[in-house]
């Protein structure tokens, strides 16, 4: 869990220092990507959860905001303190020019510069200041997209072919940051498609029960779900074998009343009732996996 979680953080700071590219120089660029990836680090907290980490990087908003305020800032420095020697544009834009370039390594003590004459990183998320009318419309679309009905279904439906439509984690996005997550839920579908082939049983467990119990094990292993989202998918199986077999084979059993009757009937609906939970496990499974609530 460990390594998902840094890898998180390391592509969050990769895609802020390529935005940075040709926007700040290397010294300002390498000083602002080692404070954003600090500042993520102790916001975390020291966590492993994959999906606690995912929510901090949320909160800073989108890596390229971060470098045009960091670049304002720069350029707000250098109209206030007017151009030093040795001052020149940065490469392609300008943004990072003067003082703030060619000041020395580290500030002084107590001042809270960094290399490249850099403060330490600003607060989160949405700069206000600079951008009111891109900060209000992103709270916009946010509450309007939660008070209408059923919006994360409709977010669901959506990722697979617009990746904005669940904030950039489109399915492709999360098969690659959850592998094994989703080879668990491959493993309890390929449990609910053996029901219909009657497998010899392994000693006394039945096939489908056996990959079942393996896909279930490395459900509850997993910290990317909450507990409750865990022991409800990889029950669901099981409730709709038991209660559904049950209700439906107590219903069809008719004029015929009768245990041998009522098992006789159990065991014709039972496996198809197994499918049936299993779907809507892993559909459950998937839906919090995408983590749009």
């Known amino acids: 869990m460990r390594e998902r979680a840094d890898q998180l953080v390391l592509n969050y700071v990769s895609r802020a220092a ?156 999360v098969v690659k940051e959850h592998p094994r997550e989703i080879g668990a839920l491959v493993i309890l579908v390929a449990a609910a498609l053996l029901v219909p082939f009657g497998l010899p049983s392994l000693a006394i467990f039945p096939v489908p029960l056996v990959v079942w119990a393996a896909g279930t094990a490395v459900v509850l292993l997993s910290e990317s779900w909450e507990a409750r989202d865990r022991f409800l998918g990889a029950g669901a199986p099981l409730l709709g074998y038991a209660v559904g077999g049950v209700l439906v084979g107590g219903l069809r059993v008719g004029a015929e009343p009768g245990f041998d009757t009522f098992m006789a009937e159990f065991w014709a609906v039972s496996g198809t009732m197994f499918m049936i939970g299993t779907g809507l496990g892993v559909v459950w499974l998937a839906y919090r996996l995408l983590d749009l609530t």
């Open 18 to 173: 390529d935005a940075a590219h040709g926007v700040l120089r290397s010294e300002q660029r390498l000083d602002f990507a080692r404070r954003l990836r600090a500042r993520i680090e102790a916001e975390v907290g020291g966590s492993e959860n994959p999906r606690a980490v995912a929510k901090v990087l949320d909160r800073f908003g989108d890596p390229a905001a971060l470098v045009e305020r960091e670049a304002r800032r720069l350029a707000t420095t250098e109209t206030a303190t007017g151009p030093g020697p040795g001052s020149g544009p940065a490469t392609d834009t300008g943004l990072a020019s003067g003082p703030a370039a060619t000041r020395p390594a580290t500030g002084a003590p107590g001042t809270g510069l960094g290399p490249g004459g850099t403060r330490r990183f600003p607060a989160i998320r949405d700069d206000t200041l600079h951008a009111p009318h891109r900060a209000g419309q992103q709270r916009g679309s946010r509450s309007t997209g939660l008070g209408l009905p059923f919006a994360g279904l409709r977010r669901v439906a959506m990722s697979t072919a617009n990746p904005m439509a669940t904030g950039g984690r489109d399915a492709r996005t």
